[in-house]
């Protein structure tokens, strides 16, 4: 037997759809900073929030002055180079996700790494159904060490 669509009834949304902007711990979704060595160790931390005042002390904390530091275009970012480390960026809203700037057939400017590492994070957590802003913490650094 054949069954015929409804059309009246609305397909099922696949996924809750979030408050816009970012997250911070007032509103119960804790931003995640973090960064990557190409080939090493991940170090991820939740913030209070999304601020220049909170990622800097993080940052210059983790990365040894002049270090070159792959990001995209968000703007909290842009003072990297005056806080004494090399940027460059790629623009994912213009569909860029990796550049080959020396055109050496090597795609050296792309955050893929970091990417790879938050989609393992967020398949990681999906089972737990949510996490308490409490517990949250030390599942990151549980999961930066696996």
Known sequence: MKHEKNLDHLPRKRRHKGAPGRGTLEKDKPPVLGMIQR???VIINMLSNVKKAIIEP????????????YTDEYNIYDD???????????CHEKGEYARDDDKDGIYEIHV???????????????????????????????????
Not at 80 to 90: A, D, N, Y
Request: glycine share 6%; net charge positive; proline share 5%.
């Open 58 to 69: 993080f940052i210059k904390k983790h990365l040894a002055p002049q270090s070159q530091v």
């Open 112 to 146: 893929n790494t970091m990417e790879g590492f938050w989609s393992l994070l967020r398949s990681w957590l999906r089972p737990h159904r949510g996490i308490s802003q409490e517990a949250l913490p030390l599942y990151l650094v549980f999961l930066s060490f696996a």
């Open 39 to 41: 080939g090493g160790q």
């Open 80 to 90: 990297l180079e005056s806080w004494c480390f090399k940027h460059k960026t790629v």
